[in-house]
């Protein structure tokens, strides 16, 4: 059973900066895409960012676009990142980490995503 740890969040005032990571363990399969999603009080799960399977293809929300970059270290045992600069009150929301195995390149769509982790919080005040 895959599971993932996303660690990192926290609270930041407006115009900060954060690194999430999501560290993976009890992978089976070879390869496998990832992504970043969050949820806001009230709102739908929505997409952040994703990268594939060998980091070299990456997508991002227009929402942040050019403020977070997403990262990840086949290494070890594929540690995904998103690193989130100029971060602002909307980008507050639960953070999810997720894993969509036997993938070669990107996907925004949550339904696709066969594993996730159980978030984490960032808050960012004004």
């Known amino acids: 059973q895959v599971q993932l740890v996303e660690s990192g969040g926290g609270l930041v005032q407006a115009g900060g900066s954060l690194r999430l990571s999501c560290a993976a363990s009890?992978?089976?399969?070879?390869?496998?895409?990832m992504g970043w999603f969050r949820q806001a009080p009230g709102k739908e799960r929505e997409f952040v960012a994703a990268t594939s399977w060998s980091g070299t293809s990456t997508y991002y929300a227009d929402s942040v676009k050019g403020r977070f970059t997403i990262s990840r270290d086949n290494a070890k045992n594929t540690t995904v990142y998103l690193q989130m600069n100029s971060l602002k009150p909307d980008d507050t929301a639960v953070y999810y980490c997720?894993?969509?195995?036997?993938?070669?390149?990107?996907?925004?769509?949550?339904?696709?995503?066969?594993?996730w982790g159980q978030g984490t919080q960032v808050t960012v005040s004004s």
């Open positions: 997720a894993d969509k195995r036997l993938y070669y390149t990107t996907s925004s769509v949550a339904s696709g995503y066969d594993y």
């Open positions: 009890g992978r089976t399969f070879s390869f496998y895409a």
